[in-house]
């Protein structure tokens, strides 16, 4: 294209493209910036999910039988 139009000719394309980039046709809509007050709401909830996985895994595990274990060490000594 340079050799066709020339440097500047193709300089000066660039130059105005680059200057009309921001107010051209956004066909890709972003999702407007959320406030930090909804950004900490949802980190809270996020994290009250991740609890609520951890504490049913929790639930999941055999209880251990501290009061034997508690009973047979009070025992040992006598």
Request: proline share 4%.
């Amino acid at each position: 294209m340079k050799k066709r139009y020339g440097v500047d000719e193709v300089e000066k394309l660039l130059d105005s493209c680059h200057a009309l980039m921001n107010y051209g046709v956004d066909r890709y809509k972003r999702p407007q910036k959320i406030s930090l007050q909804e950004e900490k709401a949802r980190q809270k909830s996020r994290e009250e999910y991740l609890q609520s996985q951890v504490n049913m895994l929790w639930r999941t595990l055999p209880k251990r039988e501290e009061e034997k274990t508690v009973a047979e060490a009070r025992r040992f000594p006598r």
